[in-house]
């Protein structure tokens, strides 16, 4: 779903000023009704929205680019404090782009951002592994080796939390797979994959064991990997990248289609044998068991229910 102006300004020569003017002045129609109000939400795909007469056609290309984010940005547009952020620091042909997730203003490494919306959402709520190297203050403990592999359920997540968040319960899914690279007793390294993009996540798990995170850094998301893109650089997906981006978009597609076609079906006669649904692209929290990995890491790509490395298989 996107914002009526928003729609509008993405999809046509009009800017976002224009188009606010544009619906306010009753130029605009959704579905041949009349609408006036900027920010009503319309379906991208779907929508049959015109503007002066003139019926507006969503293309389906669409742009990612990754982004090496500096420590010391904010993933925002704006910050009341002031403070620096990634579009301060992004060419203004990205200003409109949306972030996938977040990486906090301590944390380092690969942001993907898209003009598009639904791409966005596909990626964020996907179960795709999120690929990162952390060092924390102490050893590695058996207790933290447990809980990467089992998953963790917490009544209370504020350590390691943002100041002013809530505290409140918080659930983990294990790890895809994890790798101890340094374990010196005073501090460690690891490289760990993991399938969610919950605030601070990883600085909440580890806080719950008393270990503090003083580095972060994202490697890779989905398949998509940093390499040696420089610190505050940009670069576009390869062919290849947006090959299996698609493909991956054509998957979820395909899956909301079906979950729409079977909730309107009608309940099934009695006798008859019950229809399965769709596999869904979502992993099994509790089938997955991440393992020690002392092999290179490598990536599912764009495959949702494929695991991330040899330390992750069932």
Do not use: C, W
């Amino acid at each position: 779903m996107m914002r009526l102006n928003k729609y509008i300004a993405h999809y046509s020569t009009y800017s976002r000023r224009e188009a606010d003017q544009a619906i306010l002045d009753g130029y605009v129609r959704i579905d041949g009704e009349v609408e006036t109000n900027p920010a009503i939400q319309v379906d991208e795909r779907n929508a049959n929205v015109m503007i002066s007469g003139n019926k507006i056609v969503p293309s389906d290309q669409f742009t990612v680019i990754v982004y090496n984010k500096p420590r010391g940005e904010l993933v925002t547009k704006k910050d009341p404090q002031g403070r620096k952020t990634i579009y301060d620091s992004l060419a203004k042909q990205y200003r409109h782009y949306i972030p996938v997730g977040r990486l906090d203003f301590a944390s380092e490494g690969l942001l993907l951002l898209t003009d598009a919306s639904r791409v966005a959402t596909a990626l964020m709520t996907s179960k795709m592994e999120r690929v990162y190297k952390i060092k924390i203050k102490g050893p590695v403990t058996e207790g933290m080796k447990i809980a990467m592999g089992e998953g963790l359920e917490l009544e209370d997540a504020s350590a390691g939390a943002h100041e002013h968040a809530d505290a409140g319960p918080m659930s983990f899914a294990p790890f895809y797979a994890y790798q101890v690279q340094k374990d010196q007793g005073d501090y460690s390294i690891l490289k760990v994959a993991i399938g969610e993009g919950q605030n601070r996540e990883l600085r909440r798990f580890f806080a719950h064991f008393g270990a503090e995170i003083v580095d972060l850094k994202r490697l890779s998301f989905g398949g998509i990997e940093l390499n040696n893109l420089p610190t505050g650089k940009v670069r576009f997906l390869e062919r290849s990248e947006y090959s299996n981006l698609r493909e991956f978009l054509d998957a979820v597609e395909k899956a909301e289609k079906q979950k729409l076609k079977n909730e309107k079906k009608p309940p099934r006669a009695e006798g008859k044998p019950e229809h399965k649904p769709a596999k869904t692209f979502t992993k099994d929290k509790a089938k997955a068991k991440a393992k020690p990995s002392n092999e290179p890491f490598s990536t599912n790509k764009y495959k949702p229910d494929s695991k991330f490395s040899k330390g992750g298989k069932k």
